[in-house]
DNA sequence: TGAAATGTTGGGGCG
DNA sequence: ACGCCCCAACATTTC
């Protein structure tokens, strides 16, 4: 075979790529494809903040491929016209890519291998949909028996070293559009592209203070950085989900010292989590736009207190610090995103799909399947989801997870003089205090927009109804 | 990967 | 020494 396109969608990275894999094994050619779809980048799902870490990693791709003699070529449009484009231009006889899993992503692939030899190869999972499964066939929609039969397939393995191509041989003919600009400064936390990748699984879990040892405990801490941050390395696949399974895997089994596998095992977890998701939205496509269990919830959908929450101003600080963290970063850690859903599904009764949507618009690692997931599991509506009963107090959250405020001053520098003793709950400052610190309560920092025990009270009635 | 309400236990103060 | 109460600490149940 001659040509072949490797049409690159969310596997932004040369080393454990199946599908590159495959391109080079099979054909003396190879046209690296990136198609700027605008009905995902102006959808009304779309971040800027994710859109410049996507431009950014194609630039880094397109460098690690200039090193090896090849280029990214880039197209805008619809995919299945571009793709008509290409391969009329170059003769290609196939395209390798990876799957995807979305509605959106299922239809459009299926359009494209109706009219063109597709080899679909490799998978943004670890153990792609439909490999995991119980006896009976059909899917898995509890986490535990997932994550037992996940661990029982057999474990993936660290690729050779020299498995990436150091030659990629590209026919120079072939136009492409310029590289997107990136905007300056727009990611400071997250460099993009593979080698970036590389060094954080490699600090997490080889260096010195391996903190992945730590991340049984660790994880959890806001004002301390326990968790990997791969995230959004591990959305555009600049990291290989199955490569990282395999690094916890090694971990697990030749720990540096026993009590090191712990922290390993709960990392994978949070791999297969990742997994699970993505499964479910395979199997349940419709989990997108409705509960996945529960009836109607009667939402109050108060615009305002939406308002307020997006902007971080509900007056509850660490439910406050995660959103400016989210806006201003792009990011949020994982035990704050269930402190903010829960405070929007639960306390202000908003449905989770508005919470969706405004994480989309914000993450950089926004996924629909992972993101979803997540709010469904806290609204309580998801699969195997959080009880409709745990209702999670933002005061006792905040202390126990940022019990010096670090978190919250570090995202709310209006707080920054309150004492430790009233961090959680500026309110219960006197007036003296307020004004002498500069900070007064409904001035410089809101008061909170509900009381969070009669918010309590009227979301377990209101679910109790659902 | 909750939190609040309720129940139980046991030590210490005290008459 | 004994019974009684208080209450913190822990356990269990409930939402």
Known sequence: MKTAIWWIRRDLRLHDNQALTAAHETARHILPVFILDPRLLSSPYAAEKRVAFLYAGLGALNASLRERGSRLIIRRGNPLNELTHLLNETGAQVIYAEPDYSAYARRRDHQVEKQFPVEWTGSPAVHPPGSVLKSNGKPYTVFTPFSRA?????????????QVP???????????????????????DFPAGEAEAQRRLRAFICSDDQPINEYAIERNRLDYSGTSMLSPYLRFGMLSARFAAAAASEKIHSPSSPEDSNGAETWLNELIWRDFYMHILYHFPHVRRQNFKLGKIAWLNDPEQFAAWCAGRTGFPVVDAAMRQLVESGWMHNRARMIAASFLTK?????????????????????????????????????????????????????RHDPDGVYIRRWLPELSRVPNEAIHEPWHMTTELQNKIDCVIGKDYPAPIIDHTQARQRALQVYGNA
Not at 157 to 162: F, G, Q, S, V, Y
Not at 357 to 385: E, I, K, Y
Not at 391 to 396: E, L, T
């Open 347 to 399: 306390d202000l009764l908003i449905d989770w799909r508005w919470g969706e949507r405004w994480f989309m618009q914000n993450l950089v690692d926004g996924d629909p399947a992972a993101n979803n997931g997540g709010w469904q599991w806290t609204a309580g509506t998801g699969s195997d989801a959080a009880p409709y009963f745990r209702i999670f107090n933002p005061v006792s959250q905040g202390k």
């Open 150 to 162: 996940w661990k029982a397939l057999p474990a993936p393995r660290l690729p050779a070293k020299d």
């Open 166 to 188: 150091d030659s990629i041989s590209t026919p120079g003919t072939i136009t492409s559009l310029p590289l997107p600009d990136v905007p300056p400064e727009q990611n400071p």
